[in-house]
């Protein structure tokens, strides 16, 4: 029997899921049976998550909402306390919670910008790794990091983001080795194009966001951008027993653009 798809039991923590890849993966979670707990700065966003999220577990399991923002320390440590609390265990850590930025180097606010970038791509991965160890030990879990083809091929005008994106990957192979002996297992996601909101953080009008995913349509081999649901099926395998042969690894879900351009 197939077991990609059932995680009766399990208990989920996902950040940055209040909208896009981290809210869909959710929805996914508590489809197949999750205990799910979505964290975000939107509480509004919280919420419409957690109705969605409610309407399709088999139990009617509600999310845990927690209003936080994982750039601050203090609220990566409520999290994890948050989560220990309420369910007595951690089985799976999604490390979604992401910031885009366009840059320069003459950027008269680079560092600005570099700091705000690392702590939330990075910092917040780290320390949230580091203190889910001691839980995800007990019950054999694993870590999945949601990177970007950015920190595989550069591009212009983000070597910020590339940075911190190429830095998540590295350290998901080296703590996936030093934590294997501890049955945890960490992988890591490298989106290509995906629809999100993710894009107006930076800036962008509707009208430039929908001419830049039409751009990427043409030159995705499989002819069209990412959806949320294609990211959050391939968290879903990833944190399945069926993946309990696969750690340390970078999934590459991008409609084959890297091996097109």
Do not use: W
């Not at 309407?55 to 220990?84: F, Q, W």
């Not at 791509?121 to 019950?139: F, G």
């Not at 970007?148 to 212009?156: A, L, Q, R, W």
Request: glycine share 8%.
């Amino acid at each position: 029997m197939s077991t990609s798809k059932n995680f009766a039991d399990k208990v989920v923590l996902i950040t940055g899921s209040s909208a896009g890849i981290g809210a869909r993966t959710a929805i996914e979670f508590a489809r197949y049976g999750a205990q799910v707990m979505i964290t975000g700065r939107n509480a509004d966003n919280l919420s419409e998550v957690a109705k969605q999220c409610a309407a399709v577990s088999p139990n009617g399991l509600k999310p845990l909402e927690v209003l936080a923002d994982v750039s601050k320390d203090s609220d990566c440590k409520r999290m994890i306390e948050t989560a220990i609390n309420a369910f007595n265990r951690l089985d799976i850590l999604v490390n979604n919670a992401g910031k885009p930025a366009i840059s320069a180097i003459t950027d008269t606010t680079l560092l600005d910008k570099y700091r705000a970038v690392m702590d939330t791509n990075l910092r917040s991965v780290v320390y949230l790794t580091h203190l889910s160890v001691q839980h995800l030990e007990k019950t054999k879990g694993n870590i999945i990091n949601i990177s970007s083809v950015m920190g595989i091929k550069p591009e212009t005008g983000m070597f910020v983001y590339s940075m911190s994106k190429c830095a998540l990957d590295m350290f998901t192979k080296c703590v996936a080795l030093e934590l294997s002996p501890k049955g945890i297992r960490v992988n890591v996601i490298n989106p290509g194009g995906v629809k999100t909101n993710n894009m107006s953080g930076i800036g962008l009008t509707a009208e430039q966001i929908e001419a830049i995913y039409n751009g990427l349509s043409g030159k995705m081999p499989v002819r069209r951008v990412g959806q949320p649901i294609d990211i959050a099926n391939a968290v879903l395998f990833l944190a399945s027993d069926e993946a309990s042969f696969v750690t340390g690894v970078h999934f590459v879900a991008d409609g084959g653009v890297l091996n097109a351009i």
